[in-house]
């Protein structure tokens, strides 16, 4: 059984990686690009001092802002280590109509706070002074690939997330092997495959004769592997290699020979030939054609009826893809196809999601 990793949290993480009280791994809040040590020595004094943090309000009411300072904070939230406290992380990072952060007023009525509770002042004996706290605003959500990307380019990998998360029925029904296998291309000769993934590392090159190409990496689930694309393929797709498009790759693994004219020496190549590259956002309209809905005989019972009836009444289309019903009878081992003749369905990820939770059903999208 695998051990979870979690992500960076100003209330569990130290500096390093770290075990909790439930044995799932903890990132240490080093692990984030511009956030010292002496920032979460200062997080971690004032917690064990205080207990966790109940709020953004009490982290910084708390922390010595001396030793974390607003730059390691924004990278801390990028990272995923304020998720603990609910509010979304654009909310404290998106520039207001006047150019400030909610982030930069919570920093300066923390100083304020904390300069005030230092000691007496010329304003004040004893008394802390009075601080107008920051209310945090309403902003548009960061894209789940906006919120991802900076969290990757802080911490080196995607920790809360993946952004293929949000094409799992793509990959699952549509794709024809994955990165992982590429390690090796020797056994998949002749192996015709469709391949989603994660764009990066994109490279427009020139050769020394002049032509164009192009190189990328994709990532998915399983592995990496880089790309290279030449002459008419590069010039008909490179207006998709872009840093994290979500892209479907189809094509085949070929091997070639050839024999050296001058000392007969043959040399041989096995390669991965790219047919066709679309975005993956793309794919399921494209190709998804039929929704099959399997169901056992046992299972079909009024909830399940009523539960299966709303769902599909929502997602009617004159556009959507075909449905087919399966009904299985597992005492006799037979089975009965009932295809809807006037039924169509947008297969969107509302209804599957839906349709996964419906006791003994299964679908799949062809």
Known sequence: MGVKVLGPDVNESAYHFRVNDKGQVRFGMGAIKGVGEGAVEAIVSSREEGGIFQDPFDFIRRVDLRSANKRSLECMIQG???DTFKLKRSQYLTPQADGTTFM???VKAGQRYQQGSSGPTLFSDSEEIQVSWPTPPETVTWSTMEALRRERDLIGMYVSANPLDDYFVELRFFSKGHLGMLEDLEP?????MALGGICSKVRHQVSRTGKAWGAFTMED????Y???LFGENYLKFKHLLEDDLMLFISGAVTERSWRNKEDGTETRR???QVNNIELLSDIREKMAKCLTIDLALDDLDDEVLLQLNRLLAKSKSKKGC???FQIRDTESESEVQLPSRSMKLQPSNELLDGLSKVKGLKYHLN
């Open 80 to 82: 995923g280590a304020w």
């Open 104 to 106: 930069d007023h919570l």
């Open 188 to 192: 998949l000769v002749g192996r015709k």
């Open 221 to 224: 689930y399983h592995g990496t």
């Open 226 to 228: 880089e790309f290279r």
């Open 270 to 272: 096995v390669e991965f």
């Open 322 to 324: 075909e449905v087919r």
